[in-house]
């Protein structure tokens, strides 16, 4: 086993060279979406215009589907590829195939989309909850990007099917079961986006059928929204488990728990989608609750990775003589770009892990729905926990795909990078979360409501908010900088695509964490028991459908 | 599979921290009546300003119910029917409204009034306004071009 | 005699490395951290009409 592991250090160049296409993208994506992230603050602190009659509400929509879609989606299975080829062995070349296609169909799809919302066809945000009506291009051009997603995902399964095949009665490497996880999780969930796009949006827009049901399609749309976010955090969850434990020269906790813990995140992601529609009418108030509790579910895997990272801190720190209750802090190795920059994540998720928890909370909900503390709060988890972490990995894993180091001044780039996208951060958000509680709206242009007192109020947390945008994007500077330089300019060498070892390695993971059959029939079951009679219920009592409108 | 006792520990107590919140906030819901907006009565969209009772936004006073007053609002793309209301304080009033065209919101700043307007469905909401002032409401779901122009005002005053 | 107590203490300093004590406080610390936000925002709720 070890020695099999050991021949696979380094990811063969041909995989090397899709994952690379996926970041090419990625970061195209977010030098973009920061650009368009600025402006937003920018115009909210009332001080600025934007130039040329663009609306604000535009760039709003290029900042969400860049952000939120493209730069998430193209890292995530760029990096989930290269792990799987470094952890289960090279993909063949069916599989790469089979990558490259999913690979351009995505980026088909993003273009087709992009030019929409920039000709302002589909400025509709990138929720693009109906009536608001796009163009049908913008419609075909997200079910390309869902596709090739489902395409792309499934060269990762075919490689960890190949390597059970090849090895049966074996618990499969952590890396590649923790990536198969998630992209079983984001297929189950897109089926709902699916639906509601290649159903109901496609043939309205195109004109085939007049009206849409409302209610449905936002439905299908949240029964995939909240696990499109455990489908960026998973892959965060896969660094701090499986990698950061090989960075600072520790070990993994326990290689069964955070299979454990991936297992119910695919299990309790899904079922949850009403959280996000707990104020909306039509949906009865008790499966909004029922679908509360499966909410709550979720928290206990993150509260499960709280305690491993801290005891994979702590046993490292004690195995090198640190004493005393938090001693073993001190011992991290603090000038590691690859640790630190995740871990200025992993700190950020406590706040934002908090927030989430308050969000969920039935009628709480109602202080803080579609207040801009959600914004604050999606910049917490999706925008730092998850990206600096994305950022953090790219720091080895790009040179390592190119064949290049991680050289002393990157290093510390990075670490200025991470720390200056902190302090912008804790501005932007901070603000953003106490302009919420006092009940500042989000995605809203600068406004003072015809000059009312608590609106008047707000503008001290826009401006705030403005001073960290400006941070944050001095940040997004700084990476695209390291960026480049890692991908063409760095000396030539050899960088360690670091994966962990479990502490206890004569414990072997429960086969029972890879059947399938099991754990699908189980999501199956809880989302059919979470949706059958709220749905049945929606479409049996459907109010007469909506046409589509252009109020943009 | 093993877990160290620690980790028991602070399962146990996460888990009973989830279950104590969950508690506090069904027993809420559920039994003093804190449940959030959730109506399930639809109407035709395309119909509104003829159904009752949006053909008459305002405050309008009902005898015989749990609550003192209804207050209606009709939304559209962008602006709310009434533009400004007065609500007496200390009134128990059943907040009523819908949209006739797109997706929005109804959040009346500062308070629990927080509630998604979709076409086709009616949204209401019952409270007692039993603090003063002059409150903002704003549209906070995206609706188009002229979203953050989308307000209204609710006096509650002593009377 | 010296024996068994050179076995303790060694037994003490190998229980030290593998403490998790650390852990388990940074665990509640975030615990508390949750709860207080939570109670502040639910607070906001109960105090609002």
């Given at each position: 086993?070890?020695?099999?592991?050991?021949?696979?250090?380094?990811?063969?160049?041909r995989?090397?060279?899709?994952?690379?296409?996926?970041?090419?993208?990625?970061?195209?994506?977010?030098?973009?979406?920061?650009?368009?992230?600025?402006?937003?603050?920018?115009?909210?602190?009332?001080?600025?215009?934007?130039?040329?009659?663009?609306?604000?509400?535009?760039?709003?929509?290029?900042?969400?589907?860049?952000?939120?879609?493209?730069?998430?989606t193209?890292?995530?299975?760029?990096?989930?590829?290269?792990?799987?080829?470094?952890?289960?062995?090279?993909?063949?070349n069916?599989?790469?195939?089979?990558g490259?296609?999913?690979?351009?169909?995505?980026?088909?799809?993003?273009?087709?989309?992009?030019?929409?919302?920039?000709?302002?066809?589909?400025?509709?945000?990138?929720?693009?909850?109906?009536?608001?009506?796009?163009?049908?291009?913008?419609?075909l051009?997200?079910?390309?990007?869902?596709?090739?997603?489902?395409?792309?995902?499934?060269?990762?399964?075919?490689?960890?099917?190949?390597?059970?095949?090849?090895?049966?009665?074996?618990?499969?490497?952590?890396?590649?079961?923790m990536?198969?996880?998630?992209?079983?999780?984001?297929?189950?969930?897109?089926?709902?986006?699916?639906?509601?796009?290649?159903?109901?949006?496609?043939?309205?827009?195109?004109?085939?059928?007049?009206?849409?049901?409302?209610?449905?399609?936002?439905?299908?749309f949240?029964?995939?929204?909240?696990?499109l976010?455990?489908?960026?955090?998973?892959?965060?969850?896969?660094?701090?488990?499986?990698?950061?434990?090989?960075?600072?020269?520790?070990?993994?906790?326990?290689?069964?728990?955070?299979?454990?813990?991936?297992?119910?995140?695919?299990?309790?992601?899904?079922?949850?989608?009403f959280?996000?529609?707990?104020?909306?009418p039509?949906?009865?108030?008790?499966?909004?609750?029922?679908?509360?509790?499966?909410?709550?579910m979720?928290?206990?895997?993150?509260?499960?990775?709280?305690?491993?990272?801290?005891?994979?801190?702590?046993?490292?720190?004690?195995?090198?003589?640190?004493?005393?209750?938090?001693?073993?802090?001190?011992?991290?190795?603090?000038?590691?770009a690859?640790?630190?920059?995740?871990?200025?994540?992993?700190?950020?998720?406590?706040?934002?892990?908090?927030?989430?928890?308050?969000?969920?909370?039935?009628?709480?909900?109602?202080?803080?729905?579609?207040?801009i503390?959600?914004?604050?709060?999606?910049?917490?988890?999706?925008?730092?926990?998850?990206?600096?972490?994305?950022?953090?990995?790219?720091?080895?894993?790009?040179?390592?795909?190119?064949?290049?180091?991680?050289?002393?001044?990157?290093?510390?780039?990075?670490?200025?990078?991470?720390?200056?996208?902190?302090?912008?951060?804790?501005?932007?958000?901070?603000?953003?979360?106490?302009?919420?509680?006092?009940?500042?709206?989000?995605?809203?242009?600068?406004?003072?409501?015809?000059?009312?007192?608590?609106?008047?109020?707000?503008?001290?947390?826009?401006?705030?908010?403005?001073?960290?945008?400006?941070i944050?994007?001095?940040?997004?500077?700084?990476?695209?900088?390291?960026?480049?330089?890692?991908?063409?300019?760095?000396?030539?060498?050899?960088?360690?695509?670091?994966?962990?070892?479990?502490?206890?390695?004569?414990?072997?993971?429960?086969?029972?964490?890879?059947?399938?059959?099991?754990?699908?029939?189980?999501?199956?079951?809880?989302?059919?028991?979470?949706?059958?009679?709220?749905f049945?219920?929606?479409?049996?009592?459907?109010?007469?459908?909506?046409?589509?409108?252009?109020?943009? | 599979?093993?877990?160290?006792?620690?980790?028991?520990?602070?399962?146990?107590?996460?888990?009973?921290?989830?279950?104590?919140?969950?508690?506090?906030?069904?027993?809420?819901?559920?039994?003093?009546?804190?449940?959030?907006?959730?109506?399930?009565?639809?109407?035709?969209p395309?119909?509104?300003t003829?159904?009752?009772?949006?053909?008459?936004?305002?405050?309008?006073?009902?005898?015989?119910?749990?609550?003192?007053?209804?207050?209606?609002?009709?939304?559209?793309?962008?602006?709310?029917?009434?533009?400004?209301?007065?609500?007496?304080?200390?009134?128990?009033?059943?907040?009523?409204?819908?949209?006739?065209?797109?997706?929005?919101?109804?959040?009346?700043?500062?308070?629990?009034?927080?509630?998604?307007?979709?076409?086709?469905?009616?949204?209401?909401?019952?409270?007692?306004?039993?603090?003063?002032?002059?409150?903002?409401?704003?549209?906070?779901?995206?609706?188009?071009?002229?979203?953050?122009?989308?307000?209204?005002?609710?006096?509650?005053?002593?009377? | 005699?010296?024996?068994?107590?050179?076995?303790?203490?060694?037994?003490?300093?190998?229980?030290?490395r593998?403490?998790?004590?650390?852990?388990?406080?940074?665990?509640?610390?975030?615990?508390?951290?949750?709860?207080?936000?939570?109670?502040?925002?639910?607070?906001?709720?109960?105090?609002?009409?």
């Amino acid at each position: 086993m070890i020695n099999v592991t050991a021949a696979k250090i380094k990811v063969d160049p041909r995989d090397a060279k899709l994952s690379m296409a996926h970041f090419f993208v990625a970061f195209t994506a977010l030098a973009l979406g920061g650009l368009m992230g600025l402006l937003q603050t920018l115009v909210r602190s009332g001080k600025f215009e934007l130039p040329f009659g663009i609306g604000y509400y535009q760039v709003l929509t290029v900042h969400g589907v860049l952000m939120g879609l493209v730069l998430t989606t193209f890292f995530i299975m760029g990096f989930q590829y290269a792990a799987v080829s470094r952890t289960a062995g090279t993909h063949s070349n069916a599989a790469r195939r089979t990558g490259w296609i999913g690979f351009w169909l995505m980026t088909i799809g993003t273009l087709m989309s992009a030019t929409m919302v920039l000709l302002n066809e589909a400025t509709v945000l990138y929720t693009f909850y109906a009536p608001l009506q796009a163009h049908w291009i913008f419609y075909l051009g997200l079910t390309f990007v869902v596709i090739g997603s489902w395409i792309d995902g499934a060269a990762q399964i075919m490689t960890y099917a190949k390597w059970r095949k090849n090895n049966p009665g074996q618990p499969s490497p952590l890396l590649s079961f923790m990536a198969v996880i998630n992209t079983v999780m984001w297929i189950v969930a897109t089926l709902g986006v699916a639906a509601t796009v290649l159903f109901q949006l496609l043939p309205w827009s195109l004109g085939l059928v007049e009206t849409v049901d409302v209610l449905v399609s936002r439905t299908l749309f949240w029964y995939f929204g909240h696990p499109l976010v455990y489908f960026w955090l998973l892959p965060a969850y896969m660094c701090w488990y499986a990698i950061i434990p090989k960075i600072i020269g520790g070990k993994i906790f326990s290689d069964s728990l955070a299979r454990l813990s991936f297992i119910l995140f695919l299990l309790f992601s899904i079922p949850v989608g009403f959280h996000h529609q707990l104020t909306e009418p039509g949906i009865d108030p008790v499966w909004k609750f029922i679908q509360v509790i499966l909410t709550f579910m979720v928290v206990i895997p993150s509260l499960m990775t709280a305690f491993s990272l801290f005891a994979t801190f702590e046993r490292y720190g004690r195995s090198k003589g640190a004493t005393g209750l938090f001693g073993w802090l001190k011992v991290l190795p603090w000038n590691d770009a690859r640790f630190i920059v995740p871990f200025i994540g992993m700190v950020s998720f406590i706040p934002a892990g908090a927030g989430g928890i308050i969000n969920a909370s039935n009628q709480m909900d109602q202080v803080v729905h579609n207040t801009i503390w959600v914004t604050g709060h999606f910049h917490l988890t999706a925008a730092t926990s998850v990206v600096l972490t994305f950022f953090g990995i790219s720091y080895w894993l790009v040179p390592h795909l190119t064949g290049r180091k991680l050289t002393k001044a990157m290093n510390k780039l990075g670490i200025i990078q991470a720390w200056v996208w902190f302090i912008g951060m804790a501005f932007m958000s901070g603000a953003m979360h106490f302009q919420g509680l006092l009940g500042g709206p989000r995605r809203s242009s600068f406004s003072t409501y015809g000059n009312s007192q608590q609106a008047l109020e707000w503008i001290p947390y826009q401006i705030a908010q403005a001073v960290g945008g400006t941070i944050l994007f001095l940040g997004i500077i700084l990476v695209l900088i390291i960026f480049i330089n890692l991908a063409f300019f760095a000396p030539k060498g050899e960088e360690e695509f670091p994966v962990g070892e479990a502490e206890n390695l004569s414990e072997k993971a429960p086969m029972v964490f890879e059947n399938w059959k099991l754990w699908l029939g189980i999501t199956a079951a809880l989302i059919l028991f979470a949706y059958t009679v709220p749905f049945i219920d929606i479409i049996q009592n459907a109010p007469p459908g909506s046409k589509g409108f252009k109020t943009w | 599979m093993h877990m160290h006792k620690f980790e028991k520990i602070w399962l146990t107590f996460g888990i009973g921290c989830l279950v104590v919140f969950l508690t506090v906030v069904g027993v809420s819901a559920f039994y003093l009546g804190n449940k959030p907006a959730s109506c399930l009565t639809t109407i035709d969209p395309e119909k509104v300003t003829q159904t009752k009772p949006f053909d008459k936004p305002g405050l309008h006073k009902v005898e015989g119910k749990e609550w003192d007053y209804e207050l209606v609002f009709v939304a559209s793309a962008f602006s709310y029917q009434p533009a400004q209301v007065e609500v007496p304080l200390g009134a128990k009033v059943k907040v009523i409204a819908t949209t006739t065209d797109v997706v929005h919101g109804l959040e009346v700043a500062g308070t629990n009034i927080n509630m998604m307007l979709e076409p086709g469905y009616i949204n209401e909401y019952t409270t007692t306004f039993d603090k003063a002032g002059e409150y903002l409401i704003v549209c906070n779901e995206y609706c188009g071009t002229g979203h953050h122009l989308m307000f209204s005002k609710i006096e509650v005053v002593e009377k | 005699m010296a024996k068994p107590e050179l076995k303790t203490n060694q037994k003490t300093q190998v229980e030290d490395r593998s403490s998790l004590k650390g852990t388990l406080a940074s665990v509640f610390l975030l615990g508390l951290f949750i709860i207080v936000s939570w109670v502040s925002v639910y607070y906001l709720f109960v105090d609002r009409f």
